[in-house]
């Protein structure tokens, strides 16, 4: 960071808060918090709309690590707002993503559903690598839901983008929480378990996309 002070080139010094935010999130989230906020107001002097708003919406990560869920959703809809008036689907998709997550986490199913399916239609067949957390956090909401066919056909079809396109896990911890429920939902399916999960095992990108997309009710 010092480094890039010295540089005086704002991009450059934004990164290197950003880098550094994420090495001490896990330790201090004030800190990394901060860091993220000051990257936004060196990466808006420079011009770099997308990362600044990036950085608004790893701040909201922080304050949902911290179990903060209204600071969190304040923010990532500040994001979403910013991510639709630059015209970047991607970063739209993401605050989809991010707070249906945090519907969820409330047992708000039905809402967190809608921000999925929202989230997975703008990544499309298109971003087959970000399709696999969607999928899986839909087929934890119709867990919750008592849809164990539905749910179980959603992870086979989710692991198997997986498997094929050699998807990298982004958040561990949160990856590990859903394949428990998903192991406990295949042990309560009984001998039905393995047929389901073949149905979504054996979809390609489009129909796996067609099946999470439907209602679900």
């Known amino acids: 960071v010092e480094l890039a002070r010295a540089t005086r080139h704002t991009a450059?010094?934004?990164?290197?808060?950003?880098?550094?935010?994420?090495?001490?999130?896990?330790?201090?989230?004030?800190?990394?918090?901060?860091?993220?906020?000051?990257?936004?107001?060196?990466?808006?002097?420079?011009?770099?709309?997308?990362?600044?708003?990036?950085?608004?919406?790893?701040?909201?990560?922080?304050?949902r690590q911290e179990g903060n869920p209204v600071e969190a959703r304040a923010l990532y809809s500040e994001a979403l707002k910013r991510f639709r008036q630059l015209g970047f689907s991607h970063g739209v998709a993401s605050c989809l993503f991010d707070l249906g997550g945090l519907d969820a986490a409330l047992g708000r199913y039905r809402e967190a559903r809608r921000f999925y399916q929202e989230s997975l239609r703008l990544y499309g067949p298109e971003n087959p690598a970000e399709l696999p957390r969607g999928i899986e956090s839909?087929?934890?909401?119709?867990?919750?839901?008592?849809?164990?066919?539905?749910?179980?056909?959603?992870?086979?079809?989710?692991?198997?983008?997986?498997?094929?396109?050699?998807?990298?896990?982004?958040?561990?911890?949160?990856?590990?929480?859903?394949?428990?429920?998903?192991?406990?939902?295949?042990?309560?399916?009984?001998?039905?378990?393995?047929?389901?999960?073949?149905?979504?095992?054996?979809?390609?990108?489009?129909?796996?996309?067609?099946y999470a997309l439907q209602d679900g009710d």
């Open 138 to 210: 839909l087929a934890e909401v119709a867990i919750h839901s008592g849809q164990l066919e539905r749910a179980l056909a959603l992870a086979g079809a989710g692991a198997a983008i997986r498997e094929r396109l050699f998807v990298r896990t982004r958040n561990p911890v949160r990856r590990a929480e859903v394949a428990q429920k998903i192991d406990d939902a295949r042990k309560d399916a009984g001998p039905a378990a393995t047929a389901w999960w073949m149905k979504g095992w054996n979809m390609s990108v489009e129909e796996t996309l067609e």
């Open 12 to 63: 450059v010094l934004a990164g290197a808060l950003s880098n550094l935010a994420d090495i001490v999130k896990d330790g201090n989230c004030t800190y990394a918090r901060a860091l993220h906020k000051e990257a936004m107001h060196l990466f808006e002097s420079s011009g770099s709309a997308e990362n600044a708003i990036w950085s608004l919406s790893h701040q909201a990560d922080l304050y």
